[in-house]
C-alpha cells in the first residue's frame, strides 16, 4: 500500500516560516495531482494548493503570495513552504495525492495531518 507521511509542523510566530513535507513510499509508479489541506477549529476543510505532475499549481486566495508548493518527483515529496504566517493560517495540515501504483491504478492518499499553530 502506498502512504504519506507528513513533517515540519509546529509552533512558528505570526509572520514567521514554515516549512510542510510529505514524503509518499509504498508501491508508486508516479503521482499525479497533489496538494495541501487543511482545517481549523470551527471551519471547513479547505485546498490550501494544489500542483499537478505538469506544473500548473493553484492556491487558496487567502495563502496567495505568501505559501509557495513545490514538488520532487524522485523523491516522491511535495512540500509547502509558508512565510508570513498568520494566526488564522493555525489548523491541522494534510497533504494527498492521486498516485498511480505499481499495478497502474489510481488512487487517492491522504496523509495524518500536522499540526500548524502560529501564535506569539
Known amino acids: 500500500q502506498v502512504q504519506l507521511v507528513e513533517s515540519g509542523g509546529g509552533l512558528v510566530q505570526p509572520g514567521g516560516p514554515l516549512k510542510l513535507s510529505c514524503a509518499a513510499s509504498?508501491?508508486?509508479?508516479?503521482?499525479?495531482?497533489t496538494g495541501w489541506y487543511r482545517q481549523a477549529p470551527g471551519k471547513q476543510h479547505e485546498l490550501v494548493a494544489g500542483?499537478?505532475?505538469?506544473?500548473?499549481?493553484n492556491y487558496a486566495d487567502s495563502v496567495k503570495g505568501r505559501f509557495t508548493i513545490s514538488r520532487d518527483n524522485a523523491k516522491n515529496t511535495v512540500y509547502l513552504q509558508m512565510n508570513s504566517l498568520k494566526p488564522e493560517d493555525t489548523a491541522v495540515y494534510y497533504c494527498?495525492?492521486?498516485?498511480?501504483?505499481?499495478?497502474?491504478?489510481?488512487?487517492?492518499?491522504w496523509g495524518q495531518g500536522t499540526q500548524v499553530t502560529v501564535s506569539s
Open positions: 500542483i499537478r505532475s505538469g506544473g500548473s499549481i
Open positions: 494527498n495525492a492521486e498516485i498511480k501504483t505499481i499495478a497502474r491504478v489510481t488512487i487517492p492518499c
Open positions: 509504498g508501491s508508486i509508479f508516479s503521482i499525479e495531482t
